[in-house]
């Protein structure tokens, strides 16, 4: 049973930074493509970014592009979200998710999912 296990959120001021982490566990991972998505409150989840098995194929939703950066570590089964320049409506729970698709981009392309990892960008 794959288990996805984020960490590293946190308080941050605008235009700061924070790292994210999502580690794998569970045995064979059978995940191809690891995503970041995000859900603030009242809205819907929403899609982040996403990166392949062998960081081949990186996609960014376009309000985070040039100011995240996905990543993995496949030695250590870990997948990365490198977050700069935050503002205060980068403010969300973020979830890490595992797929099988290619450039998955919608919920439902998505396996596995952590629980989540709360952001809070302070103005």
């Known amino acids: 049973q794959v288990q996805l296990v984020e960490s590293g959120g946190g308080l941050a001021q605008t235009g700061g930074s924070l790292r994210l982490s999502c580690a794998h566990s569970g045995g064979a991972l059978q995940t191809y493509t690891n995503g970041w998505f995000r859900q603030a409150p009242g809205k819907e989840r929403e899609f982040v970014a996403s990166i392949s098995w062998n960081s081949a194929m990186i996609d960014y939703a376009d309000s985070v592009k040039a100011r995240f950066t996905i990543s993995r570590d496949s030695a250590k089964n870990t997948v990365y979200l490198e977050m700069s320049s935050v503002k205060p409506e980068d403010t969300a729970v973020y979830y890490c998710?595992?797929?099988?698709?290619?450039?998955?981009?919608?919920?439902?392309?998505?396996?596995?999912w952590g629980q989540g990892t709360q952001v809070t960008v302070s103005s």
């Open positions: 998710a595992g797929s099988d698709r290619a450039r998955p981009r919608q919920i439902s392309e998505y396996r596995y």
